[in-house]
């Protein structure tokens, strides 16, 4: 059963939205990104997707500036990406089937299980951005008091919101196989991140 869009504050996907690969300076922290990558299949309420890995960016931005989350509201709306929102991440499995979607952590941590019931519990901490293709399973099981996400979309990718559920499962891997591929990663823009991960994936 869809959901209302969630709720947070909803940050005007149209500002400050910058020209990709101008997130370069952004996204430096004075340390090197790594990517790690998740691959999740269905567990016949959570569909995942049976094509492109669930990606973490780690360091991704510079979450030690005054205003973490305008900094990887910048860094996403510089490659791309808007719909902005900021809050945190429900404490039950859910999913979108209509699009893909970034996580950054603008500060604290959480321990997210990835992937359904029979997922991976991840922690991500602040300056990671997690990249998660339609379908993706995710639950929070804990965090700091301080938590917080700034959520993203590609463009045209609509917002939806499920619980996992075997009644939804296949209805909403049809929908999950017609979401494109972005034009750009929320992080590297148009080259690298999911740009060179997901095509070979596909």
């Known amino acids: ?7 947070g504050t909803v940050v005007n996907p149209a500002a400050d939205m910058g020209a990709p690969g101008e997130a370069t300076a952004l996204a430096s922290t004075g340390e090197s990104i ?18 492109l890995s669930l990606l973490l960016h780690r360091k991704a ?15 996403f709306g510089a490659n791309g990406w808007g719909g902005f929102w900021r809050d945190g991440v429900y404490d039950f499995h859910h999913y979108h089937s209509t699009c893909h979607e970034a996580l950054g952590v603008a500060s604290g941590w959480a321990d997210i299980r990835f992937g359904g019931e029979h997922g991976e519990t991840v ?12 379908g993706s399973g995710h639950k929070r099981l804990d965090a700091s008091d301080d938590f917080l996400i700034v ?9 939806d919101l499920i ?22 990663d929320p992080v590297f823009g148009p080259e690298g991140g999911l740009r060179t991960r997901w095509r070979k994936a596909g």
């Open 1 to 7: 059963m869809e959901e209302p869009a969630r709720p």
């Open 34 to 51: 790594t990517t790690a990558e998740f691959r999740f299949a269905s567990d016949g309420q959570v569909p995942n997707n049976p094509a």
């Open 61 to 75: 931005f510079d979450a030690a500036t005054p205003q973490p989350a305008i900094t990887a509201e910048a860094l």
């Open 123 to 134: 922690r991500i901490e602040a300056g990671d951005v997690a990249v998660l293709p339609a």
């Open 151 to 159: 959520g993203a979309y590609p463009p045209d990718q609509p917002f």
């Open 163 to 184: 619980r996992a559920s075997a009644a939804e499962h296949d209805a909403a891997v049809r929908r999950i196989a017609e979401v494109p591929l972005p034009a750009t």
